[in-house]
């Protein structure tokens, strides 16, 4: 069940550093370099693929937890 646990915490870490990284590093990078509304709709196209990584990510850690609470 050590796998279950070392899916589970690697999707919640890779989740963690996708935001972080989109937050901190992406978003005030494309603000900077473009122009504002420009840099609006370049954020507003990759949102929706930047939440389903999220959502699916959270998932695999929720369903691999439950697993493993179940199981173990």
Known sequence: MSLLRTLALACVAAWLGVMAFFSFAVAPLVFRTVDRAVA???????????YAWGGALGLVAL???VIQAVVG
């Open 63 to 65: 369903v691999a937890s």
């Open 40 to 50: 609006g709709q370049a954020v507003a196209a990759v949102l929706p693929q930047y």
